[in-house]
Each structure stands twice: as structure tokens, then as C-alpha cells.
């Protein structure tokens, strides 16, 4: 049973929308969902009404339904923990690069409040440190671009006005700068809020992987969004943030938590406002992720189920009517003015009805107060006279229909699924699908690991060895910031590992010219620190290292422990390079990411990361992956955009190197079962392995260890396969050249 706290209607004013056996009252906007109260059909309305007997079955039927579509606790934390993770993978790389900013990631993917089907986005957040947007005189800072807010009764509520402020001292900015300030009535200099409109995604991350902000296939879409950081709340938001709630949600300890959390000014002005290109939003995108945090799995479920009908029934017709936010809202709001406990397994359809019941009387009144700054109205002219009555109408046959709507849900199978389930049947395999969630969630984990290690190391990919060594140890001086939290120390290490392995790797090939054996010894030494980033990937450059180098038993020591280590059935190809199609993921792959909660440990155990050597490592790369480093001619490099600076590296799959090498190694030691194996091995991987993010690669190793056997026709074949794979920025050009030279000589 649901019940709400007693309150007294301060307007006689209400609307009343009937949705099964069960009324809801509510004030219109002058009173927003402060005077709530079931009511049984027929009963006085003071009385709480029963749910009936239906709606427990429904509810129950719906929860097992959405528990099946990976709606459920465990996969909930899961996307928390790694989406935290890479938030501060996220920033953290743009920290080591040098650059003043923090990332955050807001919205339903780090929430949990999303589906496969769903295909939420990513809400990125750039906030830019080098401002300082200040609400008193008091907290402006030397050196850095001070802001004073401004919110007086000529900006719309939500949003404030920025006057810029000197840098040298705290005063008021007198001189207009350029196009990008303006001179107000008051001869207050304000700051636009178009000021980072020819700031594109790929000029605002250059120093990033901006890349995978367009979706890369099998990696979710990233939304990035540049803010300006604000350490205190607007005075706005000052009425939710002093509120006392003894025994309500939120608490007491939850809204002061919310106060000591920043907020940001985002470059958005107010729709129809007269200071349209003046205001900035205010944002409390930490407050509102902290509640979400804050839910249990019926309130999540509640939620993402207002989402899918949402977009099957109105988003269609009426794109920029309600907005997921806007949901998001209203479910807030509900939950406050209820008891906890009223938000079971067994009562998901009623506390659905209430909350979709609450929106009818939101759009209806054109009402719906943002949660922490409440003068905020988020529904403001966003209904058309044309489109206002159908979106009511809309909404009333879903709350009419006594949950029938639900089965014209398509958005992860849901019709089909409750169907089955109101027929008596098990309608998803268990665990299916949250298995197959969580192994998405992992690979798109190690995806920005891999990513953004490797855009560290394009930004040393031509500089000499000594300037390299000296960029790679600035890097990992950030080890030592006391203002890391657990997660930003592990995601350093994540992110650092295969730095240290890159690090040793270029000593090792100053060594070779200069055969320094303390040099060398700190190489290896350094090149131990990366060997757990995952599978084989620095594991196989330690191994060629020791291949350069001569040390063929050595060599064969570390492959043959990495071929034992790599289970086929279960290590997933890991590649950030190439906007290529990830197919199936493997089933034991994606069991053991469900299985585990230390999803940050695992991946040494299941990913197998591309090999990556830059230029200056060239002594320790073998001669037939040398030739990758230049892989293009003039004209070629027309064909290659800014996220393609891998391809003045050699960059290969893990599991076709490990082949490779087996193969030049037993080949040197003269075993030529062995070496015939790894051939054989070669030419299968590249054939069976769908996920190869360098399957061109692969085939030009293939070709020249085909040339090595003589084998001149199928030399040929692997090198035009190469090229019908990538046409420009190809080495296979080099190697037919080579050839055909070769046999025109002899």
C-alpha cells in the first residue's frame, strides 16, 4: 500500500485522473504534488486505497520481466562501477596530457537506469578549470577567469548571467574584449554563452579520443557537453538545500552530501528568453546522479519503463515534448511525497500508475518544477496548443488501459516477454541477457583503457627517445597526487601500465646500439611493471624485446606461458584503432564478467589488447612489423583523418603476433614441427577470429613468413587480401612491390 504524508491543499484548485480503481488528486502549479492522495472508487478520498489483486500480479510478472532484461541489482552496480571508472579514466587522461579540465559522465548509462534497447548515450561533461564562477566577491582567485553569477529578477529561473571579472584583482571587467562579451543596460561586461559554439568535439578533445564521442560500432556514444565549474549552489537551489526531511527521502545526511557537490553553468539560455544569448543553465547534475544513486531497483524500474513508453508512444509523434528528464522528475518528486517502503517488487504497476498519472497532471498544467531549484518550470512552452491535447490523450490511454499498453512496448522485447509471463511461461533464459550486459559493459571498459593509453602514446610517437622517455616519466609523475580517490588510482594504474611497459621497451632499444647493461636491466625492470594490463599484449613486447635482442630461449619461455594464459573460449580481442563491426561477444567472456565484481582485475585475465610499438622503440620491434611504421605514401596520407595516428605506429592483434613470433622464434632454433604450427596457427586466426581490429596487419605478417617459406603464391594472396580490407595506408603495397622486384631479379 502507498501512502502519502497528510498536508493541507493550499488552492481548491485540482485535477482528477482516473486510472483503474484508483484516483490521484493533484494540485495544479501552485502546488505541485504537495497534496497527493489515493482513493479507492466510491470512498472518501482521506481513506488509502487496497492495490487489487491484479496489479500484485502484474507487478510481480513485471519486475521478473525487467530483472530478465538485466533490470536488476547486480547489473545495476554493475554499470555504476565501471562507468565511474571510466569517468575517471576519462579525465585522468586529459590530466596527464597536460590539460586543465575534468570529465564527468552523468545520465543513464552511469545510473543504471538504461536497457540494451534502450541505447542510451553518455552525457560527458567538460568542465573547464581555468574559470571560476563565483556567487561572492569573497571566493575570487588570482590568476584564474573569475565569473560572478548573477540571479535577479531579469533571468529566468534555472539560469544565471556571468559578468566577467578582472584577473589581476577583484574587480569588475570595464572594457568589452571581443565578440564574445557584451555591455548590458547596467554596463556589466557579460560572457556569451555562444563562446564555445566553433568549438567542435574533434577540436575540444585534439589532445583525446574524440573518435569514439561518434560511436564507435560496439562502443556506446559519448554526448560531450563544456561547462564551467561553480563550487557552491545558486542561491535558488538554497530553500531545497536548507530543508529539514526527518524521516523522509531524501534525508537529511543524502541533501547535505548534495551541498558539498559542485554544480556547473552550462551555455544554454533559457528558450524565448530576451537575455536568450546571456543566460547560462545552471546544472546539478551531481546532486541528481547522487539521488539516482540513492533508488532502489522498483524506483529504477519504475523509471526505465516510464522511458520505453515515453518512446513508444509519444517521442515519435512529439520529439521535443517530454523529455526523459522530465521523467526523471516527476519519478523524484514521487518518491519524496511517499513512504520507501511503498516501492516493492509487488507493487511496480501502481507506482507506475502514479507516477504516469503525476505526468498527465504536469503536462496538463504545464507545470513540473525542477527538483532542487523548484522555480525552475522544466514544462514551460514546451506543449503546442496543436499537440498538448494529444499528448493527454495519449497518456490517458495508457493509464486507462490497466497495463495492456505494456504489451505494445518493442523496446527489448517487453510485449513479448510479459506476454509469455502472463501465460504462465519463463520468458527469458535467466541470465541471458544480464550476461550479455555485462560482458558489453567490460569490453567497453577495456575499449578506454586501450584507447586512451594508446592516444598518450601518439603524442610521442615522433619525438627522439630521450625527449620520449622524459614526456612518458611526466606522465607518471601524476602517481604521487594526493587528491586522487580509489577509483582515479585505479584507473592510473590501468592507464599507466602499459605506459611503463612502453617506457622499458624504449630504454631496451637504446640498449641494443648502445649494449648499456644497466640500462638494459632497468628496461626490463620497467617493462615488468605493465605485464598484468591484460592477457599478452606487454607480455608479447617483453617477448620481443628478448627476440631483438638474440635471447631466443627466453623468448620461447615467455610466448609458450602467454599461449597457456590466452583460453581461446573465453579472451575477447581488444582494439580502439579501427571503426570496425564487433561481432558476438564470447559466451565465456561475457559469463565471467557477469560472474565477478572486481570487474578492473579481470581484465588481465580476458582482454588481449593490440601490440603497439612507436618509433623510437624500432630496435625491439621485428623487421616484418617494422614496415608498418611506414605504411603510407603522400598520397596515402589524404586518406587519413586525426583519430588515425596509429598508423605511424606498428599496431597488431595480440593473438596473430603471439603466432608470429612463435614462428620467427622456432624457425631460429631450427623446430620446424613447431614452426609449422605456428604458421598454421597464423592463417586460422585470421580466418576464425572475428573481432581483429588488424586482420590487414595479420595477413602482411602472414605474407612474409609465406615468403620466408617460399611459398610465392600465396605471399601474393595474402597481400591482395590485405589490401581489399584497407586500400590506402597499407604496407601490403610495400611487400608486392618487394616481391615483384625479387622475381623480375632472379
Not at 573547464?128 to 531579469?154: A, C, P, T
Not at 516510464?306 to 518512446?311: A, G, T
Not at 517530454?322 to 511496480?348: G, P, Q
Not at 624504449?506 to 615488468?528: E, R
Request: hydrophobic fraction near 35%; include cysteine; charge should be neutral.
Amino acid at each position: 500500500m502507498i501512502e502519502l504524508p497528510n498536508f493541507r491543499f493550499k488552492s481548491s484548485k485540482f485535477t482528477q485522473v482516473q486510472f483503474s480503481s484508483i484516483y490521484v488528486f493533484l494540485l495544479c502549479k501552485d502546488n505541485f504534488i504537495n497534496s497527493c492522495t489515493f482513493t479507492l472508487q466510491g470512498q472518501k478520498h482521506k481513506r488509502m486505497s487496497r492495490i487489487p489483486d491484479y496489479a500484485h500480479n502484474l507487478s510481480l510478472r513485471m519486475s521478473r520481466v525487467m530483472d530478465g532484461i538485466g533490470v536488476n541489482e547486480k547489473i545495476v552496480m554493475k554499470r555504476r562501477r565501471l562507468w565511474l571508472l571510466n569517468e575517471s579514466i576519462l579525465s585522468l587522461s586529459q590530466q596527464l596530457r597536460g590539460n586543465d579540465g575534468n570529465i564527468f559522465i552523468f545520465g543513464s548509462q552511469i545510473e543504471g537506469t538504461t536497457t540494451l534497447g534502450l541505447k542510451s548515450d553518455a552525457d560527458c561533461v567538460i568542465s573547464i578549470n581555468k574559470f571560476n564562477v563565483i556567487q561572492d566577491w569573497s571566493e575570487w582567485e588570482y590568476g584564474k577567469r573569475n565569473l560572478l553569477m548573477i540571479q535577479d529578477e531579469y533571468v529566468s529561473p534555472g539560469y544565471c548571467l556571468l559578468q566577467i571579472l578582472r584577473d589581476d584583482a577583484p574587480l569588475p571587467l570595464v572594457v568589452e574584449t571581443d565578440d564574445n562579451t557584451y555591455r548590458d543596460r547596467m554596463g556589466r561586461i557579460l560572457l556569451k554563452n555562444t563562446i564555445f559554439n566553433s568549438v567542435g568535439n574533434n577540436e575540444l578533445l585534439r589532445h583525446g579520443p574524440a573518435h569514439s564521442t561518434q560511436g564507435d560500432p560496439g562502443v556506446n556514444d559519448n554526448d560531450f557537453v563544456l561547462a564551467l565549474p561553480s563550487r557552491l549552489y545558486p542561491v535558488q537551489a538554497s530553500h531545497w538545500l536548507c530543508q529539514h526531511r526527518e524521516g523522509h527521502w531524501p534525508t537529511n545526511d543524502m541533501i547535505q552530501y548534495c551541498r558539498n557537490t559542485r554544480c556547473f553553468v552550462v551555455g544554454v539560455g533559457k528558450t524565448g528568453s530576451v537575455n536568450e544569448i546571456l543566460e547560462w543553465r545552471i546544472s546539478t547534475s551531481f546532486a541528481e546522479r547522487f539521488l539516482m544513486f540513492n533508488l532502489n531497483i522498483t524506483q529504477i524500474r519504475c523509471y526505465v519503463l516510464m522511458k520505453m513508453i515515453l518512446k513508444t508512444f509519444i517521442t515519435q509523434m512529439f520529439p521535443n515534448s517530454i523529455s526523459s528528464f522530465m521523467c526523471k522528475t516527476v519519478l523524484i518528486h514521487c518518491i519524496s511525497y511517499t513512504r520507501s517502503d511503498a516501492w516493492k517488487e509487488n507493487t511496480l504497476f501502481t507506482c507506475l500508475s502514479f507516477c504516469l498519472s503525476t505526468l498527465y497532471n504536469c503536462v496538463q498544467n504545464e507545470y513540473c518544477p525542477h527538483f532542487i531549484i523548484t522555480q525552475n518550470n522544466l514544462m514551460s512552452g514546451r506543449f503546442s496548443p496543436e499537440s498538448k491535447p494529444l499528448i493527454l490523450e495519449t497518456l490517458r490511454y495508457v493509464i486507462e488501459s490497466d497495463g495492456r499498453a505494456l504489451l505494445e512496448i518493442k523496446y527489448d522485447n517487453i510485449d513479448k516477454y510479459l506476454q509469455s509471463c502472463l501465460n504462465g511461461f519463463v520468458p527469458i533464459h535467466p541470465h541471458f541477457i544480464p550476461t550479455l550486459i555485462a560482458g558489453q559493459l567490460q569490453r567497453n571498459n577495456a575499449h578506454g583503457i586501450s584507447s586512451h593509453s594508446k592516444f598518450l602514446l601518439s603524442e610521442i610517437y615522433d619525438l627522439s627517445p630521450s625527449l620520449a622517455i622524459q614526456k612518458l616519466l611526466t606522465f607518471m609523475s601524476h602517481h604521487h597526487n594526493e587528491s586522487f580517490t580509489n577509483i582515479d588510482r585505479r584507473a592510473y594504474h590501468l592507464i599507466t601500465r602499459y605506459l611503463w611497459s612502453a617506457l622499458g621497451s624504449i630504454l631496451a632499444s637504446l640498449n641494443i646500439n648502445q649494449q648499456d647493461h644497466l640500462t638494459y636491466k632497468k628496461a626490463l625492470s620497467f617493462m615488468s611493471l605493465g605485464l598484468d594490463t591484460d592477457v599478452a599484449s606487454c607480455k608479447l613486447k617483453l617477448a620481443s624485446v628478448f627476440y631483438c635482442t638474440g635471447d631466443n630461449e627466453r623468448t620461447e619461455l615467455i610466448l609458450k606461458n602467454i599461449e597457456e594464459c590466452y583460453d581461446l573460449s573465453a579472451v575477447e580481442p581488444i582494439c580502439s584503432c579501427n571503426n570496425f563491426r564487433i561481432y558476438a561477444i564470447r559466451e565465456r567472456f561475457n559469463r565471467l564478467c557477469y560472474e565477478s565484481n572486481e570487474e578492473s582485475t579481470l581484465l588481465k585475465h580476458i582482454t588481449a589488447s593490440c601490440v603497439c610499438f612507436i618509433r623510437c622503440e624500432i630496435n625491439c620491434c621485428p623487421l616484418e612489423l617494422q614496415h608498418e611504421m611506414f605504411r603510407y605514401t603522400q598520397e596515402d596520407f589524404a586518406y587519413r583523418s586525426y583519430n588515425d595516428k596509429w598508423m605511424d605506429m606498428s599496431v597488431v592483434d595480440s593473438l596473430p603476433y603471439l603466432y608470429f613470433l612463435q614462428y620467427k622464434t622456432y624457425s631460429r632454433l631450427g623446430r620446424q614441427d613447431d614452426k609449422q604450427r605456428a604458421l598454421s596457427n597464423i592463417a586460422r586466426t585470421i580466418d576464425v577470429e572475428p573481432n581483429l581490429g588488424h586482420r590487414d596487419t595479420a595477413l602482411n605478417l602472414l605474407g612474409q613468413c609465406m615468403e620466408e617459406e617460399n611459398n610465392v603464391e600465396n605471399a601474393f594472396k595474402c597481400y591482395a587480401l590485405s589490401l581489399q580490407i584497407r586500400r590506402q595506408n597499407n604496407s601490403a603495397n610495400i611487400h608486392i612491390c618487394k616481391l615483384i622486384n625479387k622475381l623480375i631479379n632472379n
